[in-house]
């Protein structure tokens, strides 16, 4: 099964507050106080259709399992496996958690600089319900804001950066969807400043 959470889905944001100025360095190196959320760089649209549809296979089987355990076991299965499936698992999700994983890459390959994401499973994650935060510029905001109500996802704002957040991950996984789906409305937006310099930068934090 998958878990759901008694939320509710509001959209608390003021668009002229987004943060804006973001550098390729900020992006890079992380601009939030959360820590351990890696940058996911300058995927492609085909890196995020991959990664969905890994995540659409493992919330399937969660959703047609019977154990409290949600994906989390799933997960558990795999790791103690003796294939490779896991490891290659993983290189698909680029670290992140399972059920937000295809957000966060969508969010990335629309080029917006996400900075956190959880999918509040269980109590090791640090959020209490399904989320992922990213910092659009106003135009992508925009878009996001209308792909989001239909897939029943929440936005809150805070210190000008976006929490996109939902009831279930399977939210959260279709707004990934809805956003590839509308690639083209996102590639015709001019990229962040921020994206450019973006791969050098991330090349300097890893010399640290």
Known sequence: MIP???????????????RSGLTA???AGGFTEHHGYHCLG?????????????EAEILARAAS???????EELLDAMRESADLAYFDLMCALQGNDVEVAGLSLALSAARTATFYSCS??????????????VAPDAERGALIIELA???GCGVG???????LYSRSVTALHALGQAIVEHREAFDSLPDPTWVEGLDEALEHVDDY
């Open 157 to 163: 704002q805070r210190r000008g950066r976006w929490y």
């Open 149 to 151: 109500k239909p897939a």
């Open 65 to 71: 399992s019977d154990a409290s355990g949600g994906v």
């Open 120 to 133: 509040g499973e269980t109590a090791n994650h640090h959020a209490d319900y399904p989320m992922v935060g």
């Open 25 to 27: 360095e900020d992006v």
């Open 4 to 18: 759901k959470f008694g939320i509710e889905i509001g959209y608390d944001y003021e668009p002229a507050d987004i």
């Open 42 to 54: 300058l995927p492609g649209w085909a890196e995020a259709e991959e990664c969905l549809a890994r």
